[in-house]
């Protein structure tokens, strides 16, 4: 197969299909039913909803691009870029080298490696993987495109979150107050997020301020454990309000801070060369 048959068959992949009037989500559940769900965490996750800029803004979001740096005891240990294209249900995923950061940085290499992944949400058997501008066997490519999609589900749900509580497979529960403390100075009320069987596992405690409506904290609890971030520097894109900065308060508290800082957030249409492959 030519390399020009190559790249015809990524397009057709990867290119988006009919125009569509709302985003592409997970196939089933089919929808979201608030009447199933506890009505005062429905008329809380609304207050907050308003406060962010709306859910009506939220669901008009077509595209969404950010960076993200993950520092560990001050030094960055991981890099990632994400495009999301919500509306066709695409991800373009670029992974930083760390190493070869270092290498640059002493004078061993003059380029930084990128691992680069393009493919389909909801059909990731099909997609693309390069790693420093070339394809990768085809025996590693699913290993790259997993690891895209777990990151996105990690990176692209924490700096999100707020807005995806009505999303389809989402259940919620009113779980009471907390009184006032350093992460909520004017108290919070918290909203349990649980999901539909192959949704979703784990458990998400949105401690939402009873001031102002908005999130100060969420704490995730997993398989592997419990862990909490803070909602912090707030910077407003496309009317919408993303907190750009997270601090892990269980690594804060344990020695070792970790923060997330997410950057150069980006709001509007699709731009389709970002998910098609260039090969060289």
């Not at 690891?147 to 999303?167: C, I």
């Not at 995730?220 to 910077?235: D, H, P, V």
């Amino acid at each position: 197969m030519s390399k020009w048959t190559l790249v015809i068959a990524s397009l057709f992949l990867l290119a988006c299909g009919p125009g569509r009037t709302t985003a592409e989500t997970q196939p089933v559940p089919a929808g979201w039913d608030a009447s199933q769900r506890d009505p005062q965490a429905v008329e809380l996750a609304d207050k907050m909803l308003a406060a962010l800029g709306g859910a009506a803004a939220w669901d008009a979001v077509k595209q969404l691009r950010f960076d993200l740096d993950i520092e560990s005891n001050g030094k960055v240990v991981g890099r990632f870029n994400h495009s999301w294209d919500r509306w066709n249900g695409r991800h373009r995923y670029e992974s930083t080298s760390m190493k070869s950061v270092e290498a640059v940085e002493r004078g061993e290499k003059s380029e930084v490696e990128k691992g680069v992944a393009m493919y389909r949400l909801f059909e990731r058997e099909r997609g693309v993987a390069q790693w420093d501008g070339k394809n990768v066997p085809s025996d590693q490519r699913p290993k790259m495109i997993e690891e895209a999609f777990n990151r996105w589900k990690t990176d692209a749900y924490l700096l999100s979150l707020p807005f995806k509580v009505k999303d389809p497979g989402v259940n919620l529960k009113y779980d009471g107050e907390v009184p006032s403390d350093e992460f909520c100075p004017e108290g919070c009320e918290v909203i349990e997020m649980t999901f539909a069987e192959g949704v979703g596992s784990d458990t998400y405690r949105l401690n939402i301020g009873k001031d102002d409506a908005m999130p100060k904290l969420v704490e995730l609890i997993r398989a592997e454990g419990k862990s909490a971030y803070t909602f912090g520097k707030w910077t407003t894109v496309g009317g919408l309000k993303f907190a750009t900065e997270r601090d892990n308060i269980g690594a804060r508290k344990g020695g070792s801070p970790e923060t997330l800082t997410f950057s150069n957030l980006e709001i509007g249409e699709p731009d389709d060369m970002l998910y098609i492959p260039r090969v060289r």
